[in-house]
Nanobody, 115 residues
Framework: VQMAQSGAELRNPEASVKVSCKASGYTFTSYYINWVRQAPGQGLEWMGRIDPGDGGTKYAQNFQGRVTFTADTSTSTAYMELNSLRSEDTAVYYC?????????WGQGTQVTVSS
């Protein structure tokens, strides 16, 4: 099983960022894809998850209205788009599959928000 994420991103405040997570080695639609982030010096923060099987999403309250999860079953790739970026969004963003336990993680994508 592999979860390969896209590379590091640098964005200005108020911009958007889209991170990808390409899954391989298992049936993509059989597991949720979760998004979790870790800001410098902070713990892990769950952002929400998507069910690639039906596209259903669940967002953590802190991110509702600002984040969108999508999944492309033809390429087994999940996406996380975060809008209206602010400096506090600087973090490493991870995807992780679950069913229900978290069993595989991506390598992480550094997103830096700075003017």
């Amino acid at each position: 099983v592999q979860m390969a994420q896209s590379g590091a991103e640098l964005r200005n405040p108020e911009a958007s960022v889209k991170v990808s997570c390409k899954a391989s080695g298992y049936t993509f639609t059989s597991y949720y894809i979760n998004w979790v982030r870790q800001a410098p010096g902070q713990g892990l923060e769950w952002m929400g998850r998507i069910d690639p099987g039906d596209g259903g999403t669940k967002y953590a309250q802190n991110f509702q209205g600002r984040v969108t999860f999508t999944a492309d079953t033809s390429t087994s790739t999940a996406y996380m788009e975060l809008n209206s970026l602010r400096s506090e969004d600087t973090a490493v963003y991870y995807c992780a599959r679950s069913n229900p336990l978290f069993t595989s993680w991506g390598q992480g994508t550094q997103v830096t928000v700075s003017s």
